[in-house]
């Protein structure tokens, strides 16, 4: 059975830092991309960031470039988010998913293009 579990959430002061880890387990997840979305409450689910198949190839919003960093280890089968300088704005729970099209050339920034998530991290930033 498919699991994706994601820790590392809590909370922060502005400016400060976490890292978000996304473990796999359950089947082989080096062929396909993932992605990191949030959603804070009251808004629309929204992407954060994605990481191809290879991990040759990143994806991050304009809202988080240049702060956070997406990663992969597939030694681990686990996905990273690096959120640095964060801001009361990137209060929400994030959540990774999984792109079952192997080999994929890019790591969409669609949420409809992911097939299985998890349950999701709580980051809230207080000011």
């Known amino acids: 059975q498919v699991q994706l579990v994601e820790s590392g959430g809590g909370l922060v002061q502005a400016g400060g830092s976490l890292r978000l880890s996304c473990a796999a387990s359950g089947s082989t997840f080096n062929s396909y991309a993932m992605g990191w979305f949030r959603q804070a409450p009251g808004k629309e689910r929204e992407f954060v960031a994605a990481?191809?198949?290879?991990?040759?190839?990143?994806y991050h919003a304009d809202s988080v470039k240049g702060r956070f960093t997406i990663s992969r280890d597939k030694t681990k089968n686990t996905v990273y988010l690096q959120m640095n300088s964060l801001k009361p704005e990137d209060t929400a729970v994030y959540y990774c998913a999984i792109d079952f099209t192997p080999y994929s050339y890019i790591a969409s920034r669609s949420g409809a293009e992911y097939d299985y998530w998890g349950q999701g991290t709580q980051v809230t930033v207080s000011s």
């Open positions: 990481v191809s198949w290879s991990g040759g190839s990143t």
